[in-house]
């Protein structure tokens, strides 16, 4: 069974500061997907990384990165000098690679409300 | 041009009655998917089609029965409905064999009263 555990509930900070959003998943797969997807208060999920199990390199992207570590099965995700914008709720997902009846569906962690005050 | 869209985006109904929800992909992807998400914000799949072909059921009641009437399109029905049955649904599409993330729809609130 594959499951992904967002431990925050809600994180609040106040702009500008950093923010480190965890995710910690489990799964019987060698191979597999891991995903960081935001809802903003609109409503709709924005996809921001995927990240493959045989790649355990940290992606920096503007003031987003992840640090993906297999052997503590963590992908957590920090916002770097965080903006009124990023308010939303941040979802982690698992998928498996390929093949069997459960191939291609996203098991989503419960999701971590941040709300960045000005 | 819209990626994945659903119609309709709020759809406010009585109890007991039967609705439906459209959704359709442009992307020519062969696989679609219904997740729902509840008051909690959880979100978890329910179906999944491939090449119009059910590939995957998550224990969901009966009273909902997904459509595929081409790999463009998947609609959900929903029978008889019932008060937890309030939720956000989201149609996705994504290509089999491929490493791509799903692409979402914007959402259906369905609120059953």
């Known amino acids: 069974a594959q499951k992904v555990t967002q431990a925050q509930t809600e994180i609040s900070v106040v702009e500008k500061e950093d923010v480190t959003l965890d995710c910690v998943y489990e799964t019987r797969d060698t191979t597999y997907y891991l995903f960081w997807y935001k809802q903003p208060p609109s409503g709709e999920l924005v996809f921001l990384i995927r990240?493959?199990?045989?790649?355990?390199q940290n992606e920096i992207s503007g003031r987003y990165s992840w640090n993906f570590q297999k052997s503590t099965s963590s992908f957590n995700f920090t916002i770097t000098a965080s903006q009124v914008v990023d308010s939303a709720v941040y979802f982690c997902?698992?998928?498996?690679?390929?093949?069997?009846?459960?191939?291609?569906?996203?098991?989503f962690g419960q999701g971590t409300i941040l709300t960045v005050h000005p | 041009d819209t990626a994945v869209s659903q119609t309709p985006k709020y759809l406010v109904t009585q109890m007991g009655n039967d609705k439906s929800i459209k959704c359709e992909q442009n992307l020519g992807h062969d696989t679609m998917y219904w997740y729902k998400q509840d008051s909690k914000k959880f979100l978890k799949i329910m179906f999944s089609?491939?090449?119009?072909?059910?590939?995957i059921n998550e224990t969901v009641p009966n009273r909902f029965s997904p459509k595929s009437p081409d790999k463009a399109h998947l609609n959900l029905h929903i029978n008889s409905l019932e008060l937890g049955d309030s939720a956000v649904y989201f149609c996705?599409?994504?290509?089999?064999?491929?490493?791509?993330?799903?692409?979402f729809g914007p959402g259906t609130r369905l609120t059953v009263l």
């Open positions: 089609y491939n090449n119009k072909e059910l590939i």
């Open positions: 990240r493959n199990s045989f790649d355990e």
């Open positions: 996705a599409s994504s290509q089999e064999g491929s490493s791509d993330e799903q692409f």
């Open positions: 997902a698992l998928r498996r690679n390929a093949g069997g009846t459960s191939y291609g569906k996203l098991t």
